[in-house]
Every structure is written in C-alpha cells, then in structure tokens.
C-alpha cells in the first residue's frame, strides 16, 4: 500500500498543529473549563483508611446543609455481577470498575471514594464532606506486593482465587492470577551455559503525572439523555463504562471528549463521571467534578510497582543461551496488573533458544493501577536490561556488541510465540552504535548506559469521516482525543491524499454522536489506525470527485485522473479539458448530485512492533548521590513519521517520563498505608531543568500494513530509559542499583556501603 | 492445515493442559468455532481476551483473516496499551 504514495508532499514535513494556537493564548477548552446552566458541583469524600470495612454512611446532616443537593454512594449504582471483558485497555471486571469509582463494602485504600455529594458551591459540597458520617471497622493492610503473596497476608477479596494454577486453589488469595511462557528447555539452556547471572530488581509504581487532573460536566435530562463533556482518552470509553455502571442504554448517553492535557494511560478509566452522572440524576441539575492533585494521586491508578527476578545463562562468546524472568507486579486493590505484556516485552529484543517467563498479578492496598505508556514492559525491561549490562560486564563485552550478538530480526521467534516480520531492531543499533554519541569522551564519576525496549503497538476500531466543504477546503471528522498531535496527522494524511494543502484540511475530533466508533487513543495506535480510516475515506471523496468530474465533462470516470488536487483528463483520449481543482468541482456539488463526503470504519490490523534503542550518560556527584542526566539519544524504528517534530516529541517525552522513573518518582505510604506524598512537591517528577536536549533518531523501517508506512510511536520510547540510566550509574561508579527509584539518599547509602566513609575518629 | 498454538498457560484450563493443535479452518472465524467445539469456552476466552498472531502478524478481533493450510497461529493475550 505504502506505493501508492511514494512521492510525499505534505506527509514527511513539519506543519503547525492545528490546536497549536489555542493551547497557547490559553484558549483551548479542557475538561474542568465546560460551564451548563444551573450546574452544581460535586466533591468525592474518600477513604482515609488503607483497608476498612464500611460498617455505616450516614449523609443527613450533609443533605441538611443549605445548598447541598444530593448525595450518592454506593446503594446508587446497580449491583453489577463480577463479568470480564477486554473493554479499554485490558481485561476489565465492571464489577471491579464500579467498586473502583465507588466502595461498596469495604474501602480498599487510602482515598478510595466511599460517597459523592452535589452541591451549589464548591465550597458548600466541600463543607458537606465533612458532615457524612462514615463508620468503619478498620482492617490490616498490606501494601507491598511480596508481603500481599504471603500466605498470612490480610486478604482484600474473599472471593479471589488465584487463577492460572492446578489443582484449582480452595483458599482465597492476593494473587489473582499466574500466567507463563516457555520456550525451548530452560534447563538444558542453563546445563549448557558457561556463565549464569542470577540478579533481582524492584521498581516502585509511578504515576502519569499529567497536568490536567480528571474533570466533568455532566447533564442527566428528566428523560434519561445523558451529557457527558470530560477529558478522557477516548468519549466512546466514556460512554461505554458509564452506561454500564448505570444501568443505561449507550444511546442514552452524548459524550463529548474536551482537550485533554496528558493521559499516557491513566485516563483510560473513568472515576468521575458515573459519580457525577447519579448525582446530576438524583439532583435534577446538570454536576461538575475536577479532581485536585491530591486526589488524582490518592484516587487514581499508577502502573505498577514490580518485583523482576532474572537468570540469564550464555556462553563466554556472549550469546545468551537461557533466559528466565519472574515478575510480580501490583495491581492495586483489584485483579488487573499489566503483568501479561510485562512478561511478553522483557526479552522479546532477543533472540534465545530457551526462555521460561512467570508472572503474578498481585493485589494490595493502593489505587487500582491504570495503563502508563507500553503498560508492564518498562518494569520488566528495567529488570532484563540491567541484567543484560551485567552480564556484558561480567563476559567483558560491550553491552551494544552483546545485544547485537543476540538480537531479534525478522525470523526471530519469540518467547511468547509469534515469528517477526518486518521489524527494525537491529536497525536500532546499528543507528546507535554510529551515532557521535557514542565517540564523546566521558570525564570522573561519568559514564554511558545502553538499554533497549519492546512494545507491540496495536490498531483497532476506528472512523472517520472526509467532508468536502463548499469552497474547496475539507473537515476531517475523526474520534480520538488528540494527545500528542494526532490532529495534524490525520489532516496531513487528508491533504497528502486530497492533493491539497494542509491548511485546506480542518480536523475535529467529534463526539459519539458525531462519528462511528473509535477505540480509544492508547496503543499507540491513533496515527496508525484512525490515520488509515481518514485516508480511506479521502481516498473515497477522490473517487467521487473523479465521478463528478466525469460527469461535467461528460466522459467516463475511468477516463479521469486525479493528480496534485485535480480532476485531469486521463491522456489524449478521454478528451481535451482544463482541469477542474477541488474546489472548482466542490462548487458545483449541488448540480452534480449533492455534498462530497466518506465516512470509513475498519478494524486495522497489521500495527507493526516498535524498537527503541538509548544511550544515555550521566555524571554521579558522589558527595549527594544526584545523577544529572548529561547526554541522551533515543533510537527509534518508527515506520515512517507522518510528522516527525510530533514523533520527536512523542520520543522525547517518553524519555523525560522514564528517567523520572529512573531517578525519583515513587509512592511513600506511612505504617497505617496512608500516601505521605500525594502531591508534585514531594512526588518529584522531571523539570526542564533536569534535562539536557533529549537527541532523537528516527529509523524508518516503514510498515507495509499502513498507506504511508506509519508505525505506533508514543509507547515504547518510556522503556529503555530506567535501565539506560542504571547502566550508566553502574559505568560511571561502579555501584548497580537495582530499586528504583534512584534517588540521591539511595545512590548516596550504596555508596558509602560499596566504599564505607571514614569516622571522625578514625 | 493451519497449526495452532496456545501461547502462555492462561487459556490452557480450557484444554486440559494442551497447547498445539492442527485445525482445519480457512478464517480466523471458522478457527475460533472449531476451538471450542473441541474446548467448550475457549472460543469465548478467545474472543473477548485474546490476540491472534497469524505467521507473525498479530491480528485483534478479526473474524475474517485468512489463514493458509501452512499457517502458523499464535493464541496470546490481547494487547492495550497506554
């Protein structure tokens, strides 16, 4: 397909995007902007206990209160039987969902909502917090993910049986499931090694750290017709859970997706607006919810924290010739971790005979964990990585030659099963082991890390419509909130195919009232696969305009081309005419049979993995334990960019992401399993001024499925980075920290423990 | 005919603990019903949990791919993402 377009003029180039204006005056509406007619506002009081049985909720005084107008808990929603089904990003339990936006029972952690309440100020639902009265029976907590494996661990479900082992078990667990892969003999592989490593990692959960925290206004009509504008990473998403928690038809209910500002994963879920929706339906008057900060850290899911258990066996020429991993990583209070892709990306880089991979999903006392950018696969990597760059230490190769001696390419079967194709791996390195990076000298207490990453990219439902407005220009109505500049890279694909300029073509994301349905934007897979579904349906309105041409001129259609945005005769024989331009057959539209449009839906299939190779160094200040972070260059097969500055960006913020990561994020919850930081002054996320200029290089390895070769690029650029920086730390001073975070305090302590500091009296 | 391949150990209680399989089928579709027919709930587990890699190329709620009599098929979870 990708021939259809070799010579590219618009696709390939770096125009403004489309919101770009708005964003920065300020204008741009997003989710906690929207304003209805007698809107009240609505406030979650939360849990403050890590694990509590809910024994009573009284709300009278609360409903006493002047101006207070509902309340909501959770005898307001339907009691929804426990039901799986692969809905957003992962298998989902809508009996989990709504026990996750609302408690019933028992609260599960530290901010889990047990009661909402609507009220005409947000001051007056503030104060009506305090008037619910909430009597618990305090439980013991568990937070750790190894101590919630424990047989004598407080359990939090007694109906969680552990699945994925034989004979089925007869007492509940804290882990909801066990999963594996296999591949070859792993102990034959370990037999025939001339060097095993055996290491373990930790990783604490991290959160997304968008700066827009979940927000909603909602409307419950007198008839049952719901208006839902919120800011989420997919309106159909919306619309879905939300009609499912309920108790609604999904065409009851209009959602309309405002700007969003960051998700990365965690606004794959809804929390508020269901709360919202049975408040504005018990109040009678349209609800607004936003979350403060420390809400959306108390309340809302991280990914994971993980255990990463690796054994690595290979021979003294470096090739790798057993592999094992174990993982157990978080879910949070309820079944859900992303163990399955964790245990499926961690060595899906090489390619290895033998191969055993166990997983556990694990619950505990914390925020159910949501998607985070290539969910499980940079908790794992960071394990697999670090791992690798050990060995390359202990067979003395460099740790580039060592992934290149085992790295996959098209043929490799992988440990999880499928057989590559068209993947760009060793691309990757090759790229990297040639960049100027790797020829700069490095100074004291400096040094260089490698580390690579998998994810798979997906496609998925997607529409689009391709609208030809009565001038010329065309509307591209699609249905995925734009997070990362998608907009302009539907109207780039648009105008690529159209044959018109960029500024011709506007895009909208439309409501779900608007367009057919999208999956949600996660996957990485919006350029990819609602990029395809826009392209089909210009290439549709193409057709037509052929036909309309034909018809002024009367000819046959077939004898019609369409070249650089206009209708040409086909060659001598179809006639002699001057052509007609887009607009010249839009305005006439109307004689020639009505407006000119398409509308496509497809499935798209075929995404394409993604690569990324980094290289990143660092300097240690060996007096504080601070790593600064002096050079970075990410890798990466990206098919082809439709926009290369937005896929720069999408690399780059990854990166920024993970050596957050790296270096300071983490949850820290006191001895009652109470978040102690829930907040960006003591939650420490990246600023500008911790970084250099993250260096990009993309390799184009274009994926045949997609007409203009586009691979999925927002996910796995977060994978590499936590190892690229340990490796680094571990080249520059010679210590290997193998928990993350790797915070001054930490780095500073395995310091002095790797060269104790001398007493004063000494 | 199309080999099939039940990858990790989630699906295979459905099974009894097998994991390969030959299975005379021309879609993704036909395979599915063939599955559980012989497995009773796969072909669910299947639908709502799983992806189909077909010779390498992954495929997610897709009926009507084609599969060839010398196809290999890769039964693995579903993928997200964030």
Same mark, same amino acid.
């Given at each position: 397909?990708?021939?259809?377009?070799?010579?590219?003029?618009?696709?390939?180039?770096?125009?403004?995007?489309?919101?770009?204006?708005?964003?920065?005056?300020?204008?741009?509406?997003?989710?906690?902007?929207?304003?209805?007619?007698?809107?009240?506002?609505?406030?979650?009081?939360?849990?403050?206990?890590?694990?509590?049985?809910?024994?009573?909720?009284?709300?009278?005084?609360?409903?006493?209160?002047?101006?207070?107008?509902?309340?909501?808990?959770?005898?307001?929603?339907?009691?929804?039987?426990?039901?799986?089904?692969?809905?957003?990003?992962?298998?989902?339990?809508?009996?989990?969902?709504?026990?996750?936006?609302?408690?019933?029972?028992?609260?599960?952690?530290?901010?889990?909502?047990?009661?909402?309440?609507?009220?005409?100020?947000?001051?007056?639902?503030?104060?009506?917090?305090?008037?619910?009265?909430?009597?618990?029976?305090?439980?013991?907590?568990?937070?750790?993910?190894?101590?919630?494996?424990?047989?004598?661990?407080?359990?939090?479900?007694?109906?969680?049986?552990?699945?994925?082992?034989?004979?089925?078990?007869?007492?509940?667990?804290?882990?909801?499931?066990?999963?594996?892969?296999?591949?070859?003999?792993?102990?034959?592989?370990?037999?025939?090694?001339?060097?095993?490593?055996?290491?373990?990692?930790?990783?604490?959960?991290?959160?997304?750290?968008?700066?827009?925290?979940?927000?909603?206004?909602?409307?419950?009509?007198?008839?049952?017709?719901?208006?839902?504008?919120?800011?989420?990473?997919?309106?159909?998403?919306?619309?879905?859970?939300?009609?499912?928690?309920?108790?609604?038809?999904?065409?009851?209910?209009?959602?309309?997706?405002?700007?969003?500002?960051?998700?990365?994963?965690?606004?794959?879920?809804?929390?508020?607006?269901?709360?919202?929706?049975?408040?504005?339906?018990?109040?009678?008057?349209?609800?607004?919810?936003?979350?403060?900060?420390?809400?959306?850290?108390?309340?809302?899911?991280?990914?994971?924290?993980?255990?990463?258990?690796?054994?690595?066996?290979?021979?003294?020429?470096?090739?790798?010739?057993?592999?094992?991993?174990?993982?157990?990583?978080?879910?949070?209070?309820?079944?859900?971790?992303?163990?399955?892709?964790?245990?499926?990306?961690?060595?899906?880089?090489?390619?290895?005979?033998?191969?055993?991979?166990?997983?556990?999903?694990?619950?505990?006392?914390?925020?159910?964990?949501?998607?985070?950018?290539?969910?499980?696969?940079?908790?794992?990597?960071?394990?697999?990585?670090?791992?690798?760059?050990?060995?390359?230490?202990?067979?003395?190769?460099?740790?580039?030659?060592?992934?290149?001696?085992?790295?996959?390419?098209?043929?490799?079967?992988?440990?999880?099963?499928?057989?590559?194709?068209?993947?760009?791996?060793?691309?990757?390195?090759?790229?990297?082991?040639?960049?100027?990076?790797?020829?700069?000298?490095?100074?004291?207490?400096?040094?260089?890390?490698?580390?690579?990453?998998?994810?798979?990219?997906?496609?998925?439902?997607?529409?689009?419509?391709?609208?030809?407005?009565?001038?010329?220009?065309?509307?591209?109505?699609?249905?995925?909130?734009?997070? !990362?500049?998608?907009?302009?890279?539907?109207?780039?694909?648009?105008?690529?195919?159209?044959?018109?300029?960029?500024?011709?073509?506007?895009?909208?994301?439309?409501?779900?009232?608007?367009?057919?349905?999208?999956?949600?934007?996660?996957?990485?897979?919006?350029?990819?696969?609602?990029?395809?579904?826009?392209?089909?349906?210009?290439?549709?309105?193409?057709?037509?305009?052929?036909?309309?041409?034909?018809?002024?001129?009367?000819?046959?259609?077939?004898?019609?081309?369409?070249?650089?945005?206009?209708?040409?005769?086909?060659?001598?024989?179809?006639?002699?005419?001057?052509?007609?331009?887009?607009?010249?057959?839009?305005?006439?539209?109307?004689?020639?049979?009505?407006?000119?449009?398409?509308?496509?839906?497809?499935?798209?299939?075929?995404?394409?993995?993604?690569?990324?190779?980094?290289?990143?160094?660092?300097?240690?200040?060996?007096?504080? !334990?601070?790593?600064?972070?002096?050079?970075?260059?990410?890798?990466?097969?990206?098919?082809?960019?439709?926009?290369?500055?937005?896929?720069?960006?999408?690399?780059?913020?990854?990166?920024?992401?993970?050596?957050?990561?790296?270096?300071?994020?983490?949850?820290?919850?006191?001895?009652?399993?109470?978040?102690?930081?829930?907040?960006?002054?003591?939650?420490?996320?990246?600023?500008?001024?911790?970084?250099?200029?993250?260096?990009?290089?993309?390799?184009?390895?274009?994926?045949?499925?997609?007409?203009?070769?586009?691979?999925?690029?927002?996910?796995?650029?977060?994978?590499?980075?936590?190892?690229?920086?340990?490796?680094?730390?571990?080249?520059?001073?010679?210590?290997?920290?193998?928990?993350?975070?790797?915070?001054?305090?930490?780095?500073?302590?395995?310091?002095?423990?790797?060269?104790?500091?001398?007493?004063?009296?000494? | 005919?199309?080999?099939?391949?039940?990858?990790?150990?989630?699906?295979?209680?459905?099974?009894?603990?097998?994991?390969?399989?030959?299975?005379?089928?021309?879609?993704?579709?036909?395979?599915?019903?063939?599955?559980?027919?012989?497995?009773?709930?796969?072909?669910?587990?299947?639908?709502?949990?799983?992806?189909?890699?077909?010779?390498?190329?992954?495929?997610?709620?897709?009926?009507?791919?084609?599969?060839?009599?010398?196809?290999?098929?890769?039964?693995?979870?579903?993928?997200?993402?964030?």
């Amino acid at each position: 397909m990708a021939s259809s377009y070799d010579t590219l003029k618009v696709v390939g180039t770096r125009p403004i995007r489309p919101d770009g204006v708005d964003k920065v005056i300020g204008r741009a509406a997003f989710g906690a902007d929207m304003v209805m007619p007698g809107m009240l506002w609505g406030k979650v009081k939360r849990s403050p206990h890590a694990h509590a049985r809910i024994k009573s909720i009284n709300a009278d005084k609360a409903l006493k209160l002047p101006g207070v107008k509902a309340v909501v808990t959770a005898a307001d929603f339907p009691s929804i039987p426990s039901e799986e089904a692969f809905v957003g990003e992962g298998p989902m339990n809508f009996r989990d969902l709504s026990r996750n936006c609302m408690a019933q029972d028992k609260a599960l952690y530290d901010g889990h909502a047990v009661a909402a309440v609507a009220a005409t100020s947000s001051a007056i639902a503030e104060e009506a917090l305090d008037l619910i009265e909430v009597e618990y029976e305090v439980l013991p907590h568990v937070i750790d993910v190894e101590a919630a494996m424990a047989d004598d661990a407080p359990l939090l479900h007694d109906d969680l049986f552990t699945q994925g082992v034989e004979p089925k078990p007869t007492r509940p667990s804290n882990i909801a499931k066990k999963i594996g892969f296999n591949k070859g003999d792993i102990a034959a592989g370990f037999k025939e090694a001339e060097v095993v490593i055996e290491r373990r990692y930790t990783t604490q959960p991290v959160h997304q750290g968008y700066i827009e925290p979940h927000a909603c206004v909602v409307s419950v009509a007198t008839d049952g017709q719901c208006t839902i504008f919120s800011s989420s990473q997919g309106q159909f998403m919306v619309r879905a859970y939300c009609a499912k928690l309920l108790g609604t038809d999904i065409a009851n209910i209009r959602a309309i997706p405002s700007e969003i500002g960051g998700g990365f994963g965690g606004k794959t879920l809804v929390y508020l607006e269901p709360l919202a929706l049975a408040l504005s339906k018990k109040a009678g008057r349209p609800v607004k919810m936003v979350m403060n900060r420390e809400e959306v850290f108390r309340g809302t899911g991280p990914t994971s924290g993980g255990v990463i258990e690796v054994k690595l066996g290979a021979k003294r020429d470096g090739h790798i010739v057993a592999a094992q991993l174990v993982l157990k990583y978080q879910a949070g209070a309820f079944p859900g971790s992303p163990v399955g892709p964790g245990c499926m990306c961690g060595f899906a880089m090489y390619d290895l005979p033998n191969v055993s991979i166990t997983g556990y999903d694990v619950v505990s006392n914390r925020p159910k964990v949501a998607a985070y950018r290539a969910p499980g696969a940079p908790i794992s990597s960071f394990g697999v990585e670090s791992c690798l760059d050990e060995l390359a230490r202990e067979l003395r190769i460099d740790p580039l030659k060592l992934r290149e001696l085992n790295a996959a390419k098209d043929g490799t079967k992988t440990a999880h099963g499928p057989t590559f194709v068209n993947v760009g791996y060793v691309q990757t390195l090759e790229a990297a082991k040639n960049h100027p990076h790797m020829q700069q000298k490095l100074g004291p207490n400096q040094g260089r890390g490698i580390a690579s990453g998998f994810w798979f990219n997906i496609g998925g439902e997607s529409s689009a419509g391709c609208f030809i407005n009565e001038d010329g220009t065309a509307t591209i109505v699609e249905g995925c909130p734009d997070i !990362g500049g998608s907009r302009a890279g539907m109207a780039m694909m648009a105008a690529e195919v159209l044959g018109i300029p960029y500024d011709r073509v506007r895009p909208v994301v439309g409501d779900t009232a608007s367009v057919g349905f999208n999956f949600l934007t996660g996957g990485s897979r919006v350029t990819f696969a609602t990029g395809m579904a826009v392209t089909q349906a210009a290439e549709k309105v193409v057709v037509e305009l052929k036909r309309r041409a034909a018809m002024i001129w009367d000819i046959s259609p077939d004898a019609v081309e369409w070249k650089d945005g206009m209708a040409v005769p086909a060659g001598a024989n179809a006639g002699n005419f001057d052509p007609l331009s887009l607009a010249d057959i839009a305005l006439k539209a109307g004689r020639t049979g009505g407006p000119i449009s398409a509308e496509v839906s497809i499935n798209a299939q075929g995404a394409g993995p993604g690569f990324a190779t980094h290289i990143c160094d660092v300097e240690v200040d060996p007096e504080t !334990g601070r790593v600064k972070i002096l050079r970075y260059t990410a890798v990466q097969d990206v098919g082809r960019a439709i926009h290369p500055a937005y896929v720069e960006g999408q690399i780059q913020g990854g990166v920024a992401q993970g050596i957050g990561w790296a270096l300071n994020e983490e949850y820290i919850y006191d001895r009652n399993g109470r978040l102690d930081n829930p907040g960006f002054l003591d939650y420490r996320i990246p600023v500008a001024s911790d970084m250099p200029m993250l260096e990009t290089v993309m390799v184009e390895v274009p994926n045949p499925r997609h007409p203009f070769g586009a691979k999925g690029v927002g996910e796995v650029p977060i994978v590499p980075p936590m190892a690229a920086v340990a490796n680094a730390i571990a080249d520059a001073v010679g210590t290997r920290m193998r928990d993350l975070p790797m915070s001054p305090p930490k780095l500073r302590a395995a310091l002095d423990e790797q060269n104790p500091p001398r007493m004063a009296a000494e | 005919m199309p080999h099939v391949v039940i990858s990790g150990t989630a699906a295979r209680r459905f099974t009894g603990g097998a994991s390969e399989f030959d299975v005379e089928a021309d879609t993704v579709h036909r395979m599915i019903r063939e599955l559980d027919r012989r497995f009773p709930g796969l072909g669910q587990q299947i639908d709502e949990g799983m992806a189909v890699a077909i010779d390498g190329e992954i495929y997610q709620d897709a009926y009507m791919e084609k599969l060839s009599p010398d196809s290999e098929v890769y039964l693995i979870p579903k993928i997200g993402g964030g």
